[in-house]
């Protein structure tokens, strides 16, 4: 089982900053990739941005050039920095990652609880 816990969320004005963290805990062999995803309410969950463990990312175009990810692998931790916010940005974002089993090589995604952003215009 592997435990994802997000922090970071809030309120911010438009063309604001905040910066979302998710450490990952438990067991695994290994951690694949790690990403943010986010639902607006009303809305589909829709991919934000995921890194893999090499370094490789990938984005959404809606937030390409104002969203960094970023991670550490030895503290299995992910980032998440988003500048320029605007109130299109709000809503909950979630946590995810792909790990390899610690007892078989087995691939499994696990979300977290979610940590609410919060746009204002």
């Known amino acids: 089982q592997v435990r994802l816990v997000e922090s970071g969320g809030g309120l911010v004005q438009a063309g604001g900053s905040l910066r979302l963290s998710c450490a990952a805990s438990g067991s695994f062999f290994r951690i694949n990739a790690m990403g943010w995803h986010r639902q607006a309410p009303g809305k589909q969950r829709e991919l934000v941005a995921t890194v893999t463990s090499g370094g490789t990312t990938n984005y959404a175009d809606s937030v390409k050039g104002r969203f960094t990810i970023s991670s550490d692998n030895a503290k299995s931790t992910v980032y998440l920095q988003m500048n320029s916010l605007k109130p299109e940005d709000t809503a909950v974002y979630y946590c995810?990652?792909?790990?390899?089993?610690?007892?078989?090589?087995?691939?499994?995604?696990?979300w977290g609880q979610g940590t609410q952003v919060t746009v204002s215009s």
């Open positions: 995810t990652s792909r790990t390899v089993r610690a007892d078989r090589p087995v691939l499994e995604d696990y």
